[in-house]
Structures are given as structure tokens and as C-alpha cells.
């Protein structure tokens, strides 16, 4: 650090033009340039899910738009035709690929002649013939608790497209037609969520970073109260967004879902905190009767290692994200350790470049002690007490850390599609109303698939013994296949009368049963549950299923669900950042023994720094039960921060102790001059993160809270246990470093 101070900043022109180098990247990011192209968001691949969505549209029942009317009696003449007429409106979007409703179901008769359950309303139609289509749908196989719910107040349309912007116009289109009714509106499914969660995210963009930045602005001036001392401190961290957002473009990760909301604010607060440290130290320095230039050099020099060192293991948190398979994840890994790394550059460069212009001249300096110093001095008693009883605060510090990881190892992965979206949405509530009402909006599918000159006397057997396996599991939905299709035939025993297929009308045969692919379909819903509850179902089912082909040879049945595919990407990539983040916290931990030349620093350094993530963790499990693919990404990310605090009071500890004072002196005299600091920056980074959780979106405010309490945990670990430890550890931790020749620094006044 001293080799880059001597170069930069005590001769300003070449700091400057390394200013100008560093930028280069980034204004290309914003000029248009990539070197990688955009990432799709979403944590599973792309390509999964359009190989799902390719094998599911062999047949007409997909329904990732579905329309969700209430009304207490939709079987008025007024109301049946407003229902027709959005029916046939939305037939008329070309986009709109097939369209299912009750309107739909026919009576057939054995000769194939047709009259539909739900007559078209007209002048003739009489109340009567309501009243018994009415009786007739709420209990027809096809209808009942799939389409109409089981006391006629809740009816369904099932929309398939591909277009994702549709979903705004069917929802116009329905509300227009039926604006004359007392039927109530909303949309729900798979692509009305993915079209509000864009929406949601969005609006979040801008509002969160507009209320960081003021946060950041307004804790400068609390902080320092005169503009220059503010200008100085803010610089760094401004320049190092502002190189980090084209970075972000220039990698192609401009667009991710992560990195678009919360990288901003995290780097902005992550460089706050070395801006903080260098400003308090710069003026401090002052204060002593150092000049301008002497006093930028030597604050730089002395809080410039413990910023890299930092910055370094920040940088392997959020590194460690990196190895995911996710795209997403993988991207706001290697993005926000590219953010980091360039925001310490800008703060080294920019502040002490400002501190030492003519602007830092003109800087005030206040002889009288910062109040956070003030106030911080009032805790000395904390010291004492750590040092007076470090064995028990030891004792108690690792009891509360093992107990909390216990819990920790309870807690299962688990995703739900509500956890994504606004819980205050229309499309949320009438997702969660189909759930109680229609049992759910999600598919599950058995497909079957039959080798050639396979008759249908094999076929159906087969089918009804996938019907009677779903139909075990007490959390899905009534099983709809062909033979539920054939009961739109007049007559007895009609589900077993394979050759009635023929006389089905095409739409609602190729439904379930595609004779020409050889493949067939049973379906049923589900409700959000989230994986968890229902992979033990799912898991019983697909065992279960295998019986089929045995007893069928070449006939194959495979398991199709979006839950399914995202149920197990979900725990693979959680158990990947766990893996990830135990290697991170390992390479974090030897860093520290190799910096500080002990090896026991890095043994010292764990339980300051688990206990945090360990609390977080047992909280998540009381109030939760379960670990989501956001919260795993903050623990990453937040051991990286967290160890922060532990580094610079490590490295203010070790300059005392060089000194000559005892371990108790080093704690007290440690805790004076750091602990402000400490305390400073982390209010910012809390206070940044939690304008994170007034975020629309669940899973920014998951990552946001988990990480607030890891912060918030981490000072006093910081400033309680870690003292304790090397109270007990004193010559062992600084055995290394006796024999060091103590460097050259200016004394600070203690309060």
C-alpha cells in the first residue's frame, strides 16, 4: 500500500490518469459494447423450460393464463352471455392458441351428434335451462372442481399462448365484456406471474436506488456534517456505482433479476464503509497536526490494507455465487465481485486524490471528538466486562453458535411460485383462491407412450391404473384423462369404451389422447405448496408408476411438472451455494491466517464470523422453516461483509499490540478507534439493505432481511466475542508479529 501511495497519490497527475484507465470498460459498457451477450432471468434455464412447455403443447390443455370469475349465481341469462362473448373475444386473438371453459362441454350421443351442456344465450333461453345446465356442470367430470368449483361461484377460463404480453389485454377484454355484470374478474397462471414479478421488479429498480442513495447522502451528512469531509467520503463510492452499472452492461448482466436491484445498493453501501474509514482516519490524523498531504498518505496506508483485504473476501462471497449453475445466480456472482473489486480501486483513488487537491485543503477539521466517538465511549465498560470474563463470554459465544447451526441443519429447501410475486397482487389472491376452491392452477401430467400395433384394450388399462395411483395422493387433484373425456357420451360405462374416442370432438380428444404420437395424458392440479410437500408425493407416484411398464413391456410413463423441474434445480442449486459458501468461508479464513502471519488468527476469526450466518439461519428456520435460493444467496454474500469488521479491528488490534499494550490495553484502546466505525458502517449497510425490503418482490425482501440480521449480529460478535478470544490468546495470536519492527504512524488523541 505504501508503493501505491508514494505513486498515486503523493504524485496526483499519474492517480488520475489510472482514474481515467479504470473508466475506459465501463463507458464502453455504456456506449452499447458487450463481451457477453444478456442472460435470461429466472433461476432455471431457459432451454428447460421450453423443452417442458414443447412436450406439454402435444396436447390442448396447457393454461398459463387463466381467468378466475366470481359472481353468487353465474347462471343468469346476463351473465351466461357476457361469459359467451369473452369467450368468443378472446377466441378472435390470434395469439390466443386454445381456449377452455364449462361453455364448452358437450352431451354426445352414441352416433356422434352433439348439443353443448351450456346452451347459447338468446331471447328463447329460459331460466330452467340454466338451472339445469347449471346442475349438470357442477357435477360433470370434466367440469367439477376443474373448471367450475363445486358450489357454482367460481368458473374458470384456461387460456394457452405463447405471447407474454397478452396478459393485460385478456384481462381488458374480460372486464369490458363483462362490466354490466356483478362478475368479478382477475387473471392468474404461470405467464400473468411472470408478467407481474416484471412488473414489480421494474418499479423497484429505480425507487430502491433513488432511497439508498438519499440514505447514503443523508448519513454523510449526520456523519460529517461539512460539505468537503462529505464530498471526500462520497466520492469513491459514487465513482465505483457508477463503474460498477457499466460493468454490468458491458457483461450482459444489466437485465439480471439480482443484479439489476440489489448490486447497486450493496455497492454503494460497501464502498460507504471504506469511505468511511479512510475519511474518519484522515480527519482524525488532521486533528493530530499532520498536513494535507501527510495525513491522506499515511490515513490511506493505514486503513488501505485492511479496505483490500476486506474487499478481497467480499469478493469471494460474492464469488463463490459464481458456481452455480444457474445463469442468474452464476452472473450476479462474478458481477457484483467485479463491483467490489473496482469500487475499492475508485475509493483508494478518488478520495485521497480529492483529500490531497486543494479541495482537502479547505477541508474543516473539528478538534472536538466525533459523537459516534462519543458515544461508543460510553461501552468501554463492554471491554472490561469481555476481558474480566473472557473464558465464559467464549464459552457462551460458541454454545449460542453450535445451538443456532443445529437449527440451521433443519432447515429443508423449498420454492413456491407465491414467494416470487406481490402477496397483495391480483394475480396472488386469485392464485391462492383457486387453490381453496379448483385445487390449484398446477399441472401435474402422466404421459404414457405405447410402442406400434398397441390396441386400445391395452391402452386403457393402463390409464385408469395412472388414474387410481393419482388418485391415492391425498395432495393432488382429481385425475382428467380420455376416459373422464368419454363421459360427455350418453350412456352407462361410457369411460371404458375405448372405441367412443372416435366420436369425441377433436379439440376435446387431443386434450388428453393422441393416438398419432402414440402418447396419452392424465392430468391433475395442484396447489402451491412448494416443493417440499409435495416432492414425497411425487417421489411415491413416479415409484409407483414404474408397476405400469412392467406390466406393460415397451410402454414408457414419465412424470411432467413444472414443480418438478424446479423443485430439483431449486434444491441443486441450494445445496451448490452451500457447498460454495463453506469453500468461500474456508478460502476467507485462510486468507486472514496469511495476512496476519498466524494461523491462529484464522481459527480465532470463525466463531465472530459463523455465529452471525448461524443466527440468521436458526431465525429463518423458527420463523420459516425453510431456506429459499434468495436467503442462501445472502449468506454468501453477507459472510463477505461481515468478516469486514472483524479484519479492521484484526488489523487495529495487531498495530497495538506492536506498540507494547497488553491484550486488554489493545482491546480497549482497539474498541475507542474503531468501533465507531464499525457501528457507522453498520447502520449504513442496514439501513441501505433495508430499503431493499420495501421491495414488492418476496425474494428481494428475504435477502435483505436475512442479511440485515447477519449484520446486525455480526457488530456485536465483532466488538463482545472477538475480544474475549484474544484476551485468552494473547501471545499466541501475536507471537508472529513480536518481533516485526512496529511501523512509523502518528498517534491519536484518545478521548
Known amino acids: 500500500m505504501k508503493f501505491f501511495t508514494d505513486t498515486f497519490i503523493n504524485r496526483p497527475l499519474p492517480g488520475w490518469l489510472l482514474v481515467i484507465v479504470l473508466s475506459i470498460a465501463p463507458l464502453l459498457g455504456f456506449a452499447g459494447f458487450r463481451i457477453a451477450e444478456s442472460q435470461s432471468a429466472g433461476w432455471v434455464p431457459k432451454e428447460v423450460i421450453d423443452e417442458l412447455r414443447a412436450t406439454e403443447r402435444q396436447f390442448k390443455s396447457n393454461a398459463p393464463i387463466v ?12 351473465h351466461i352471455a357476457a361469459l359467451q362473448h369473452t369467450a368468443v373475444a378472446l377466441r378472435e386473438i390470434k395469439e390466443v392458441l386454445n381456449l377452455t371453459w364449462v361453455g364448452d ?4 350421443s352414441p352416433r356422434g351428434r352433439q348439443r353443448l351442456w351450456l346452451p347459447i344465450v338468446t331471447n328463447a333461453t329460459s331460466a330452467q335451462e340454466l338451472v339445469d345446465a347449471k346442475q349438470a356442470l357442477v357435477n360433470h367430470p370434466l367440469a367439477a372442481n376443474n373448471l367450475i368449483s363445486s358450489d357454482g361461484r367460481t368458473l374458470l377460463m384456461l387460456l394457452d399462448t405463447n405471447d407474454k404480453s397478452l396478459v393485460s389485454t385478456i384481462r381488458s377484454i374480460a372486464m369490458r365484456n363483462l362490466a354490466a355484470t356483478d362478475i368479478r374478474v382477475r387473471v392468474t397462471g404461470t405467464l400473468a406471474l411472470y408478467d407481474l414479478h416484471n412488473r414489480a421488479l421494474a418499479g423497484d429498480h429505480v425507487r430502491i436506488q433513488i432511497w439508498a442513495y438519499l440514505l447514503v447522502g443523508g448519513l454523510q451528512i449526520l456523519v460529517f456534517r461539512r460539505p468537503i469531509a462529505i464530498i471526500i467520503a462520497c466520492s469513491g463510492p459514487v465513482v465505483g456505482v457508477i463503474w460498477t452499472l457499466g460493468w454490468l452492461k458491458l457483461i450482459g448482466q444489466s437485465e439480471n433479476e439480482l443484479a439489476k436491484i440489489i448490486l447497486p445498493v450493496m455497492i454503494v453501501m460497501i464502498g460507504f464503509t471504506d469511505g468511511v474509514h479512510f475519511t474518519l482516519r484522515l ?12 495525513a491522506a498518505r499515511n490515513a490511506l496506508v493505514q486503513t488501505g490494507p485492511a479496505c483490500l483485504l476486506t474487499s478481497l473476501t467480499t469478493a469471494i462471497g460474492f464469488g463463490s455465487l459464481a ?34 487537491s486543494w479541495l482537502g485543503r479547505r477541508m474543516h477539521v473539528n478538534h472536538q471528538q466525533e459523537p459516534l466517538a462519543r458515544f461508543i465511549s460510553r461501552f468501554k465498560g463492554v471491554i472490561r466486562f469481555s476481558a474480566s470474563h473472557a473464558r465464559m463470554v467464549t464459552i457462551i459465544g460458541a454454545a449460542i453458535t453450535v445451538g443456532c447451526l443445529v437449527l440451521c441443519s433443519r432447515l429443508i429447501a423449498d420454492e413456491r411460485v407465491s414467494d416470487r410475486v406481490p402477496n397483495q397482487s391480483e394475480e396472488w389472491q386469485a392464485m391462492h383462491h383457486c387453490d381453496r376452491h379448483v385445487g390449484g392452477i398446477r399441472s ?25 395411483l393419482i388418485a391415492q395422493q391425498p395432495l393432488l387433484g382429481r385425475p382428467l384423462s380420455i376416459r373422464t373425456a368419454l363421459t360427455v357420451v350418453r350412456g352407462s360405462n361410457r369411460q371404458d369404451q375405448s372405441i367412443l374416442a372416435n366420436q369425441l370432438p377433436e379439440s376435446l380428444k387431443h386434450q388428453f389422447y393422441r393416438p398419432d404420437i402414440r402418447s396419452t395424458i ?18 411415491e407416484l413416479k415409484s409407483k408408476l414404474v408397476s405400469i411398464e412392467t406390466a406393460n413391456p415397451g410402454f414408457e410413463v414419465e412424470l411432467l411438472s413444472d414443480v418438478i423441474v424446479e423443485g430439483k434445480i431449486v434444491s441443486q442449486l441450494i445445496r451448490e451455494m452451500m457447498q460454495s459458501l463453506m469453500m468461500a468461508a474456508a478460502i476467507i479464513f485462510m486468507l486472514l491466517a496469511i495476512s496476519f502471519h498466524s494461523w491462529q488468527i484464522g481459527l480465532i476469526s470463525i466463531i465472530p464470523n459463523v455465529m452471525p450466518l448461524a443466527v440468521s439461519g436458526a431465525l429463518q428456520y423458527c420463523m420459516v422453516g425453510s431456506l429459499g435460493i434468495a436467503a442462501t444467496c445472502s449468506f454468501a454474500i453477507c459472510l463477505g461483509i461481515a468478516v469486514d469488521d472483524t479484519i479492521h479491528y484484526l488489523h487495529h488490534f495487531r ?11 489493545a482491546n480497549q484502546r482497539t ?8 457501528m457507522l458502517t453498520t447502520i449504513v449497510i442496514t439501513a441501505g439493505l433495508g430499503t431493499v425490503m420495501t421491495s414488492q418482490l418476496p425474494p428481494h425482501v428475504s435477502f435483505a432481511s436475512m442479511a440485515c440480521v447477519t449484520l446486525i449480529v455480526a457488530l456485536p460478535a465483532d466488538l463482545l466475542f472477538l475480544p474475549a478470544l484474544l484476551t485468552l490468546l494473547p501471545g499466541r495470536v501475536t507471537e508472529a508479529d513480536s518481533v516485526t519492527k512496529a511501523p512509523s504512524a502518528v498517534k491519536l488523541t484518545q478521548p
Open 67 to 78: 381467468l378466475v370469475f366470481q359472481s353468487e349465481d353465474f347462471f343468469q341469462p346476463a
Open 105 to 108: 362441454i358437450p352431451e354426445v
Open 283 to 294: 480527519k482524525q490524523l488532521r486533528v493530530s497536526g499532520s498536513n494535507v498531504i501527510d
Open 323 to 356: 458456481l452455480s449453475q444457474s445463469e442468474m445466480i452464476a452472473g450476479f456472482g462474478y458481477a457484483s465481485a467485479i463491483g467490489v473489486i473496482v469500487t475499492f480501486f475508485a475509493v483508494v483513488l478518488v478520495s485521497p486524490l480529492l483529500a490531497v
Open 444 to 468: 401435474l401430467r402422466v404421459m404414457l407412450r405405447w410402442p406400434e400395433n398397441t390396441s386400445r384394450k391395452q391402452i386403457w388399462p393402463a390409464i385408469r391404473e395412472c388414474e387410481s
Open 522 to 539: 392424465v392430468v391433475t392440479r395442484m396447489q402451491d405448496l412448494g416443493f417440499a410437500a409435495l416432492e414425497p408425493v411425487l417421489n
Open 655 to 665: 498495530s497495538e499490540r506492536r506498540k507494547g499494550s497488553s491484550s486488554v490495553v
Open 671 to 678: 474498541f475507542v478507534a474503531v468501533g465507531s466505525a464499525l
